[in-house]
């Protein structure tokens, strides 16, 4: 290896173990969220609920907060490595995942915040005015789940497109790559059947072994070097995904 492969070999490097060491603090954080508000929202009191837990839902919606910028900042890092194989499908990439996801995770966290000031004002409301709160609550709350589907989708369609360019690029072992599609398959159906009343959550689990796995084998192994390191001929790599 010359100098200037040695660096960039060495930069993408520590990006692998950032990527990794972000999805790790992503799933962490969202896995630690769902325990504060998984039950929330199919309770009868949910409202008496977070009108009395406040801080259990303000700490739920900042875990979701975490989770949503630990994510958004992995397709920066992968950009510049992507970009060698397929800049448009690496930006489609960051537009899914960092831009679409964030925002997605955003209206989640203001729901939740939302829900907050409605259930304390209903708890010191009068009964009529009670009710037109427990109203308004019952709408933030059903709002919830299309945003929590469309999250699946963005989320579904941003993977497939990593998994792919991974895939081709050879960036991490076929068998983590080949993984990932069949889990972003199986996210993006469970996506679209919560859009139609579907509970098909368990699919979504298979994902979040594959992204742990290979948060692990990026913090341990990095990309693979005879990918990376080879110049000028990587960027117009011919297969299926077309020239960048």
Same mark, same amino acid.
């Given at each position: 290896?010359?100098?200037?492969?040695?660096?960039?070999?060495?930069?993408?490097?520590?990006?692998?173990?950032?990527?990794?060491?972000?999805?790790?603090?992503?799933?962490?954080?969202?896995?630690?969220?769902?325990?504060?508000?998984?039950?929330?929202?199919?309770?009868?009191?949910?409202?008496?609920?977070?009108?009395?837990?406040?801080?259990?839902?303000?700490?739920?919606?900042?875990?979701?907060?975490?989770?949503?910028?630990?994510?958004?900042?992995?397709?920066?890092?992968?950009?510049?490595?992507?970009?060698?194989?397929?800049?448009?499908?690496?930006?489609?990439?960051?537009?899914?995942?960092?831009?679409?996801?964030?925002?997605?995770?955003?209206?989640?966290?203001?729901?939740?915040?939302?829900?907050?000031? %409605?259930?304390?004002? $209903?708890? @010191?409301? #009068? *009964?009529?005015?009670?009710?037109?709160? +427990?109203? =308004?609550? !019952? &709408?933030?709350?059903?709002?919830?789940?299309?945003?929590?589907?469309?999250?699946?989708?963005?989320?579904?369609?941003?993977?497939?497109?990593?998994?792919?360019?991974?895939?081709?690029?050879?960036?991490?072992?076929?068998?983590?790559?080949?993984?990932?599609?069949?889990?972003? %398959?199986?996210?993006? $159906?469970? @996506?679209? #059947? *919560?859009?139609?009343?579907?509970?098909? +959550?368990? =699919?979504? !689990? &298979?994902?979040?072994?594959?992204?742990?796995?290979?948060?692990?084998?990026?913090?341990?192994?990095?990309?693979?070097?005879?990918?990376?390191?080879?110049?000028?001929?990587?960027?117009?790599?011919?297969?299926?995904?077309?020239?960048?």
């Amino acid at each position: 290896m010359n100098t200037t492969t040695q660096r960039s070999y060495g930069a993408d490097r520590t990006a692998a173990t950032l990527v990794g060491i972000l999805y790790i603090i992503g799933t962490v954080a969202g896995a630690l969220s769902l325990p504060l508000l998984g039950g929330i929202p199919g309770a009868p009191d949910y409202l008496t609920i977070v009108a009395a837990n406040p801080s259990r839902v303000v700490l739920g919606a900042l875990l979701i907060l975490i989770m949503g910028l630990a994510l958004a900042v992995i397709p920066a890092l992968m950009f510049p490595i992507l970009k060698r194989w397929n800049e448009a499908l690496a930006i489609g990439y960051v537009i899914f995942r960092g831009a679409l996801e964030t925002f997605t995770y955003l209206a989640l966290v203001l729901c939740w915040l939302l829900l907050i000031v %409605v259930a304390q004002q $209903a708890a @010191g409301s #009068a *009964a009529v005015a009670a009710s037109q709160f +427990g109203n =308004l609550g !019952l &709408l933030v709350v059903k709002a919830h789940e299309p945003i929590a589907a469309v999250v699946a989708i963005v989320f579904s369609l941003g993977a497939l497109i990593l998994y792919s360019l991974l895939y081709y690029a050879r960036l991490v072992p076929c068998w983590i790559s080949g993984w990932g599609l069949v889990a972003a %398959v199986l996210y993006l $159906a469970s @996506g679209l #059947a *919560a859009m139609f009343g579907l509970d098909l +959550g368990m =699919l979504q !689990l &298979l994902m979040l072994v594959q992204e742990m796995v290979m948060a692990v084998w990026l913090i341990a192994k990095g990309f693979s070097a005879s990918a990376i390191a080879p110049g000028p001929t990587k960027s117009a790599i011919s297969g299926p995904l077309g020239a960048a």
